[in-house]
């Protein structure tokens, strides 16, 4: 499954879900934060809900489940929450940390130049570049990143749609931060 693909998967699993039940402590949970409260920094102990599910839907994400060797369905659903609000820092303008791929010919008139210099224009983004010669036409070059979701977005673009650049791609993450 290709990232986005995945996402829409999770959408849709995460809106089939009917959660019947979550622990609220009316001193920590301001009415917005209800459905997230167990993934609440200031509390790490693990809270128990029920959920349930069409018996299509759970069929769908046994299969998910295994095809992913996840040992439980626990597990599972924690990481498809956690993706979801990745998704979401990155629409929401947070810090996030992504890596971006980029495939080029370093033939191409000046290309190596232009991934330079917009790497420099972008210096405080970037936590590390890794080179690559792949053959003697390909570059291989792996790129850190680090900032506001808008801004990282923008360097990958700026330098995927160079001319000559054959492939590019920005993994997305997060700073990790919002998901203990
Ligand atoms: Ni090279």
Same mark, same amino acid.
């Given at each position: 499954?290709?990232?986005?693909?995945?996402?829409? +998967?999770?959408?849709?699993?995460? !809106?089939?879900?009917?959660?019947?039940?979550?622990?609220? /402590?009316? +001193?920590?949970?301001?009415?917005? #934060?209800?459905?997230?409260?167990?993934?609440?920094?200031? !509390?790490?102990?693990?809270? &128990?809900?029920?959920?349930?599910?069409? #018996? /299509?839907?759970?069929? /769908?994400?046994?299969?998910?489940? +295994?095809?992913? $060797?996840?040992?439980?369905?626990?597990?599972?659903?924690?990481?498809? *929450? &956690?993706?979801?609000? %990745?998704?979401?820092?990155?629409? +929401?303008?947070?810090? @996030?940390?992504? @890596?971006?791929? =980029?495939?080029?010919?370093?033939?191409?008139? !000046?290309?190596?130049?232009?991934? /330079?210099?917009?790497?420099? #224009?972008?210096?405080?983004?970037?936590?590390?570049?890794?080179? %690559?010669?792949?053959?003697?036409?390909?570059?291989?070059? @792996?790129? *850190? @990143?680090?900032? $506001?979701?808008?801004?990282?977005?923008?360097?990958?673009?700026?330098?995927?749609? =160079?001319?000559?650049?054959?492939?590019?791609?920005?993994?997305?993450?997060?700073?990790? $931060?919002?998901?203990?």
């Amino acid at each position: 499954m290709n990232g986005e693909a995945e996402s829409d +998967a999770i959408s849709l699993f995460l !809106q089939g879900i009917r959660i019947n039940s979550i622990p609220v /402590t009316p +001193a920590t949970a301001a009415p917005k #934060d209800r459905n997230v409260l167990f993934l609440h920094r200031s !509390q790490p102990m693990l809270r &128990r809900f029920s959920i349930s599910l069409e #018996d /299509t839907l759970l069929k /769908t994400f046994d299969a998910y489940i +295994a095809s992913h $060797k996840y040992s439980n369905r626990s597990e599972a659903i924690r990481d498809l *929450i &956690r993706k979801s609000f %990745v998704k979401k820092e990155w629409e +929401a303008d947070k810090m @996030v940390m992504g @890596v971006i791929t =980029l495939v080029y010919d370093h033939h191409q008139h !000046q290309l190596q130049e232009k991934v /330079t210099e917009v790497q420099h #224009d972008y210096h405080h983004h970037i936590v590390s570049t890794t080179h %690559v010669h792949m053959d003697h036409n390909n570059c291989l070059e @792996v790129i *850190i @990143v680090r900032g $506001k979701a808008i801004e990282v977005q923008e360097l990958a673009d700026r330098l995927i749609s =160079l001319r000559g650049v054959r492939d590019g791609n920005l993994a997305m993450s997060s700073t990790g $931060k919002s998901l203990h």
